[in-house]
């Protein structure tokens, strides 16, 4: 890497950590830590909501399956958007709402404990270890594509990327809490949108414009441009399913919470949709025109960026498929433009790993030290036992990622799957239905988990393919009907329960 492209990334490391500074000073209880006090204007909460979600798999695995399968990788695409409108669409509002009518709770665990009137915390302290089970695993894979961005860029061991890309992360989510989160998210997030945008567009010209680049993909290997060649109904429906995800990612719905006003909905929801499909589609592109860009260059141009390559059938490839964005933002660019882009793409992998550590350390502050621990607690106190957890937890998603074989997509998957199937049923019925119990709620979750881990784990691979499904779908499925099930035929909600839920609807 040039000097002129290191000091521009090192510039852009520099300005995250002041936003971390900033946001310490604007951090004084522990809503301010974990909701930034519900001030989010449109903008900033859709950005954020986006950034956290898409992740270095928006820069490094959708490319790479792109690259690598063509375009049959792009139905997870397709699901996502569907999934990300509708819960922009049905759950943002009423959750923005519900969460403040019930004791203005500020995590999930608490809005399901205030929801239900749990006195027991049983309902708080099941969702709290969902989210950090399955949130060790989703910060791990951001650890992961840090490592790999670093490891291509700078020429490291993949361990010592690894502890870089942690120590910078960690630094400013442990200084300045949601707020710091949010703002940077809002700057990562336009910074990905403009190399999702700039980095196709550029890679295609160089190809001689869109259709000679269709055209040289077709000529190696027409089966990329093919959304269902080699892919089975099975295959087709498990992408579809990840859209089924987005209504239970604490990382994304707390966005929905900490809207200044729930008339912010409407404009937030355009501007993170459109953000969104932009962004897909400059992911989708990416990989493609990247097939054809890498089969028909001169290997010592590849080689000189210290890019690996493989030759598979003839076709000369790049050996890490996930590296194709890093390998543009090197080759295309002059020094200063690829130290930006390699920003963008550090931006998509800190800004889902700060959400996953905020909201990981959340449950540990509120939801298991302050609920059941020491209740007396102060806010000082409360904000650095979240501090700590941030710290925490993240040496544990390191440990998790020393693997350099671990793909971003696959720790992705589980951890999506994980949440999606815990809680994705759990928060529209108790939005949207009055009939929902505490039992059934508890039941519900235990059973989505419990699913998606069997399933993936143990089930996977089995006979007659029905096993390979995404294991979000059967989780979601089973969790929806435990959890509808438990609630008719056990004891009825409340009086105050059903009183509180018609005031928030009404609202």
């Known amino acids: 890497?040039?000097?002129?492209?290191?000091?521009?990334?090192?510039?852009?490391?520099?300005?995250?950590?002041?936003?971390?500074?900033?946001?310490?000073?604007?951090?004084?209880?522990?809503?301010?830590?974990?909701?930034?006090?519900?001030?989010?204007?449109?903008?900033?909460?859709?950005?954020?909501?986006?950034?956290?979600?898409?992740?270095?798999?928006?820069?490094?695995?959708?490319?790479?399956?792109?690259?690598?399968?063509?375009?049959s990788g792009?139905?997870?695409?397709?699901?996502?958007?569907?999934?990300?409108?509708?819960?922009?669409?049905?759950?943002?509002?009423?959750?923005?709402?519900?969460?403040?009518?019930?004791?203005?709770?500020?995590?999930?665990?608490?809005?399901?404990?205030n929801r239900f009137k749990d006195t027991s915390h049983i309902l708080?302290?099941?969702?709290?270890?969902?989210?950090?089970?399955?949130?060790?695993?989703?910060?791990?894979?951001?650890?992961?594509?840090?490592?790999?961005?670093?490891?291509?860029?700078?020429?490291?061991?993949?361990?010592?990327?690894?502890?870089?890309?942690?120590i910078i992360i960690i630094s400013?989510?442990?200084?300045?809490?949601?707020?710091?989160?949010?703002?940077?998210?809002f700057v990562q997030g336009i910074l990905m949108f403009l190399a999702l945008v700039i980095v196709p567009i550029v890679a295609m010209f160089e190809l001689g414009g869109w259709g000679s680049a269709i055209q040289a993909v077709g000529e190696i290997s027409p089966d990329h441009l093919n959304m269902v060649q080699g892919v089975g109904m099975i295959?087709?429906?498990?992408?579809?399913?990840?859209?089924?995800?987005?209504?239970?990612?604490?990382?994304?719905?707390?966005?929905?919470?900490?809207?200044?006003?729930?008339?912010d909905v409407p404009k937030a929801r355009f501007i993170g949709i459109t953000w969104m499909v932009v962004g897909l589609y400059g992911a989708i592109f990416t990989g493609l025109v990247g097939y054809a860009y890498v089969a028909n260059q001169d290997v010592s141009t590849l080689q000189e960026f210290g890019i690996a390559l493989t030759t598979v059938d003839g076709v000369q490839l790049l050996d890490n498929s996930e590296q194709i964005f890093i390998g543009f933002s090197q080759i295309l660019f002059n020094p200063i433009v690829s130290g930006v882009l390699l920003a963008a793409i550090l931006s998509a992998i800190m800004s889902t790993i700060d959400s996953q550590l905020l909201v990981s350390s959340s449950a540990v502050a509120e939801d298991f030290y302050k609920a059941i621990l020491r209740k007396q607690a102060s806010e000082r106190e409360l904000v650095w036992v979240g501090r700590i957890a941030v710290a925490v937890i993240a040496l544990i998603a390191i440990l998790l990622a020393q693997n350099p074989d671990?793909?971003?997509?696959?720790?992705?998957?589980?951890?999506?799957?994980?949440?999606?199937?815990?809680?994705?049923?759990?928060?529209?019925?108790?939005?949207?239905w009055k009939g929902i119990s505490r039992n059934g709620a508890v039941a519900g979750?235990?059973?989505?988990?419990?699913?998606?881990?069997?399933?993936?784990?143990?089930?996977?691979?089995?006979?007659?393919?029905?096993?390979?499904?995404?294991?979000?779908?059967?989780?979601?499925?089973?969790n929806l009907l435990v959890t509808v099930l438990v609630s008719t035929l056990g004891s009825k909600p409340s009086p105050d329960i059903v009183a509180e839920f018609e005031t928030a609807r009404n609202r």
């Not at 798999?57 to 792109?66: M, Q, T």
């Not at 791990?140 to 490291?156: C, K, P, Y």
Request: glycine share 12%; no cysteine.
């Open 406 to 432: 671990s793909t971003v997509l696959d720790l992705v998957s589980y951890a999506w799957a994980g949440f999606g199937a815990a809680f994705g049923p759990i928060i529209i019925l108790s939005l949207f």
């Open 235 to 263: 295959a087709i429906i498990s992408s579809l399913a990840w859209g089924l995800g987005y209504f239970g990612q604490p990382h994304i719905i707390t966005r929905f919470m900490a809207l200044r006003s729930p008339n």
């Open 172 to 185: 400013y989510t442990f200084l300045g809490g949601f707020l710091a989160v949010s703002w940077t998210d």
């Open 124 to 166: 708080r302290v099941i969702s709290a270890l969902v989210i950090l089970l399955f949130f060790t695993f989703y910060t791990s894979s951001g650890m992961v594509a840090g490592a790999t961005l670093f490891e291509a860029s700078f020429n490291l061991s993949y361990t010592q990327a690894l502890w870089i890309g942690a």
């Open 74 to 113: 792009a139905w997870i695409g397709v699901g996502l958007a569907i999934g990300a409108y509708l819960n922009w669409q049905f759950v943002a509002r009423p959750l923005r709402v519900y969460t403040e009518v019930a004791n203005d709770s500020i995590t999930i665990p608490d809005f399901l404990e």
């Open 445 to 478: 979750i235990i059973v989505g988990a419990v699913t998606v881990v069997v399933w993936a784990d143990f089930l996977s691979g089995g006979p007659g393919g029905i096993f390979d499904l995404y294991e979000i779908l059967p989780g979601f499925a089973l």
């Open 1 to 71: 890497m040039g000097t002129a492209t290191l000091v521009t990334f090192i510039v852009y490391l520099l300005g995250m950590l002041v936003i971390g500074f900033a946001s310490y000073r604007l951090t004084s209880n522990l809503s301010d830590y974990v909701l930034g006090g519900r001030r989010l204007g449109p903008g900033v909460a859709a950005l954020s909501a986006g950034a956290s979600d898409m992740s270095g798999w928006l820069l490094l695995g959708l490319p790479g399956a792109i690259y690598a399968s063509g375009l």
